[in-house]
């Protein structure tokens, strides 16, 4: 697809259960984000990867959350254990890295039950 | 401190009326980028408009431009000639560092944006 793709869109789980967010960010670019929107607010900087430079993971809130790039492409985002105060959209975007236009994707809704 | 300040949670503006939306930053780098998205109600975050700390021209994007006032860390959007599909949230955002070079490592700080209504 020419876009961010993100799934899935909606995902309800029960607290203390794991969940995995999938983000296939756009082809060729290099720089890939996470952000979390809570419910009337603004977006919340999570973990951001660049090629092949070690992520920087200075917005990750807890341990619970962890996130990889497999291939410099597709990325996932972890919850452990999910607390109802993980519910929340989850945004993904991708740049070329360095090029300032950030291209989003229409995120993940979760909600913990 | 918050580095992206919003101060209308909600704004209404007549059909055609041009539209200022407020967005005030803090950095102490010399180097920074400033943005703007929209968010419809679908949810996706629509890039608008771009202003680098070194650009001296205010940016422009169609019906969308940024006025920019360093001294006062100061990065309007102004929307002229609103229409109904502009109705949606709208996110100030800044990336520190020297964003030409790949700086910015920690991506952008967004604000808590302003959500604005079109009315006819």
Request: aromatic content about 10%.
């Amino acid at each position: 697809g020419a876009g961010v793709s993100q799934s899935p869109s909606n995902k309800v789980t029960e607290k203390g259960k794991d969940v995995e967010l999938r983000c296939d960010p756009i082809s060729g670019h290099t720089a890939l984000y996470w952000y979390r929107q809570s419910l009337g607010q603004g977006l919340e900087f999570l973990i951001y990867f660049q090629g092949n430079s070690a992520p920087d993971k200075s917005g990750l809130p807890s341990d619970r959350f962890s996130a990889e790039r497999t291939g410099g492409s597709v990325s996932t985002l972890t919850i452990q254990r999910t607390q109802q105060e993980d519910s929340a959209v989850y945004l993904c975007a991708s740049s070329r890295g360095g090029i300032e236009k950030l291209f989003f994707g229409s995120g993940t809704q979760l909600s913990v039950l | 401190a918050q580095k992206i300040t919003q101060t209308q949670p909600g704004m209404f503006v007549q059909e055609k009326e041009a539209v200022t939306l407020d967005c005030t930053y803090d950095t102490s780098d010399q180097s920074y980028g400033l943005f703007w998205y929209k968010q419809p109600s679908s949810g996706e975050m629509i890039f608008l408009i771009y202003q680098g700390s070194y650009d001296e021209q205010n940016a422009t994007e169609g019906r969308y431009s940024l006025n920019f006032q360093k001294a006062r860390k100061s990065a309007n959007l102004v929307i002229s000639a609103s229409q109904l599909g502009d109705s949606a949230m709208y996110f100030c955002a800044m990336r520190e560092g020297d964003s030409r070079s790949g700086g910015g490592a920690d991506g952008l700080t967004f604000g808590k944006g302003t959500h604005l209504i079109i009315q006819p």
